[in-house]
């Protein structure tokens, strides 16, 4: 079978090729990708070529497909996996297989899978895993998003808290506690506040900050304080660029307390500074955004790691556990992923957009691997639909769910939009 994929040879060296798909074996699926979301991990990776911890050394070779964020339907089932999983069902994957300790990946290791792709074959480990997930639903753009935002479930549930004098931490955000999310309005700090404000274990109060009000207006309008202030959430959208004094600014919101748990969504030294002063007694700082200079680094106060019990941990990915759960949320409505899609685009763009990612701005920027289309903001449909009529009905669609990506836009763009 002929296949079309975005391949990694080296450095800033991503090819759209087209080339022979062999023959599946009895224990690996041939599955058609319909979307894929492209993470900054993905501009890391093709920046940083065969250096990268997950990539091999031998691409030039072996050219791996880019893409992690991917969500199909599954072609050919081998012998093995009858018995799970079925042609024509739809599949999301949990790219962080662990498999025998290695970091071997989807997305970054592999000839054969990836999410920038129109067909893949899906080996065996995968499935040894447990990270082939079922995905039923009426579109593929949350099977693709669920990856991200296991991400930030995960982030939530690796802080930790501990009781002076007892050697035991307690994992998991403090409940009823007070948070901020510090740079929190792009893609992933969406994702954040979207779980945290829908999960089991809530804060009383979330500050979200950010420097630019265009960004901030965006996030309150998709995820409104209203909605928050119905789980008991006290949710404030916050711009500490226009403050004199961020670290006061921040901390008169918890009377001079400091925060519990405090999120860091950019690798920015002085944003990881502010982080690390507003923490109150046994706060937890996590370090969710991954740098892409392996000498990143910020000062950290070590007299309040000594005397006041706080402390850093870092996360860079979900479980699959943490895929289960947001695949169960999305289902019964306590998350949306559209509100994490803000351009949509052909495999024909994915090198282009994945080379230039950190220089477009706005949120998840969705691939569709079987069609031909430029990169475009939803909020551009409607001047686009002036001269092309299929971005007018997309524009019309979309103003149905205030102006967020949705199934019935996904499923007139699949079927219209020139094929690849």
């Known amino acids: 079978m002929k296949a079309k994929a975005l391949r990694l040879y080296g450095k800033e060296d991503l090819?759209?090729?087209?080339?022979?798909?062999?023959?599946?074996?009895?224990?690996?699926?041939?599955?058609?990708?319909?979307?894929?979301?492209?993470?900054?991990?993905?501009?890391?990776?093709?920046?940083?070529?065969?250096?990268?911890?997950?990539?091999?050394?031998n691409i030039k070779e072996h050219p791996v497909i880019i893409g992690h964020e991917f969500c199909g339907d599954l072609v050919k089932v081998g012998a093995k996996w009858a018995h799970e999983f079925k042609e024509g069902e739809k599949f999301s994957i949990q790219p962080a297989l662990n498999y025998k300790g290695s970091l071997a990946a989807p997305g970054y290791s592999y000839e054969y899978i990836g999410g920038d792709a129109t067909y893949i074959i899906i080996p065996n480990e995968v499935m040894?895993?447990?990270?082939?997930?079922?995905?039923?639903?009426?579109?593929?753009?949350?099977?693709?998003?669920?990856e991200p935002l296991s991400c930030v479930a995960g982030t939530?549930?690796?802080?930790?808290h501990a009781t002076r004098g007892k050697y035991e931490h307690d994992m998991g955000i403090v409940e009823g506690g007070k948070m901020a999310i510090l740079a929190g309005v792009g893609?992933?700090?969406?994702?954040?506040?979207?779980?945290?404000?829908?999960?089991?274990?809530?804060?009383?109060?979330?500050?979200?900050?950010?420097?630019?009000?265009?960004?901030?207006?965006?996030?309150?309008?998709?995820?409104?304080?209203?909605?928050?202030?119905?789980?008991?959430?006290?949710?404030?959208?916050?711009?500490?660029?226009?403050?004199?004094?961020?670290?006061?600014?921040m901390m008169d919101f918890t009377d001079g307390e400091g925060f519990n748990d405090v999120l860091v969504f950019a690798p920015v030294a002085p944003v990881v500074e502010l982080a690390d002063s507003i923490l109150a007694q046994d706060g937890c700082l996590?370090?969710?955004?991954?740098?892409?200079?392996?000498?990143?680094?910020?000062?950290?106060?070590?007299?309040?790691?000594?005397?006041?019990?706080?402390?850093?941990?870092?996360?860079?990915?979900?479980?699959?556990?943490?895929?289960?759960?947001?695949?169960?949320?999305?289902?019964?409505?306590?998350?949306d992923p559209a509100i994490l899609v803000t351009h949509i685009g052909g495999l024909n763009v994915a090198r282009e957009t994945t080379l230039n990612l950190p220089n477009v701005p706005g949120g998840k920027k969705l691939i569709y691997t079987?069609?031909?289309?430029?990169?475009?903001?939803?909020?551009?449909?409607?001047?686009?639909?002036?001269?092309?009529?299929m971005f007018a009905e997309l524009a019309k669609i979309v103003a149905k769910t205030n102006g967020l990506w949705n199934a019935e836009?996904?499923?007139?763009?699949?079927?219209?939009?020139?094929?690849i």
């Open 156 to 160: 939530f549930h690796a802080m930790y």
């Open 286 to 335: 996590n370090f969710f955004a991954g740098p892409s200079n392996p000498a990143f680094s910020a000062p950290f106060n070590f007299y309040n790691v000594h005397y006041a019990g706080t402390h850093v941990v870092g996360t860079s990915g979900g479980n699959t556990d943490d895929m289960k759960e947001c695949l169960s949320m999305i289902g019964q409505g306590k998350l």
């Open 15 to 57: 090819r759209l090729d087209e080339y022979e798909l062999p023959e599946i074996k009895d224990d690996e699926i041939l599955a058609r990708v319909v979307s894929d979301s492209i993470c900054m991990s993905s501009y890391k990776a093709a920046m940083q070529g065969e250096d990268h911890k997950r990539v091999p050394e």
């Open 370 to 389: 079987h069609i031909s289309l430029p990169l475009t903001a939803i909020a551009d449909f409607e001047e686009k639909g002036k001269e092309d009529p």
């Open 128 to 146: 040894e895993m447990g990270c082939l997930l079922h995905f039923d639903s009426d579109n593929f753009f949350g099977g693709s998003l669920t």
């Open 409 to 419: 836009a996904e499923k007139y763009l699949l079927e219209h939009a020139p094929a």
């Open 187 to 249: 893609p992933m700090g969406l994702a954040a506040i979207d779980y945290i404000t829908h999960c089991d274990r809530c804060p009383s109060l979330l500050v979200v900050t950010d420097i630019d009000d265009a960004r901030l207006a965006r996030a309150a309008q998709v995820l409104p304080t209203e909605e928050a202030a119905k789980k008991g959430i006290k949710l404030v959208y916050a711009n500490t660029g226009k403050v004199e004094d961020a670290h006061k600014f």
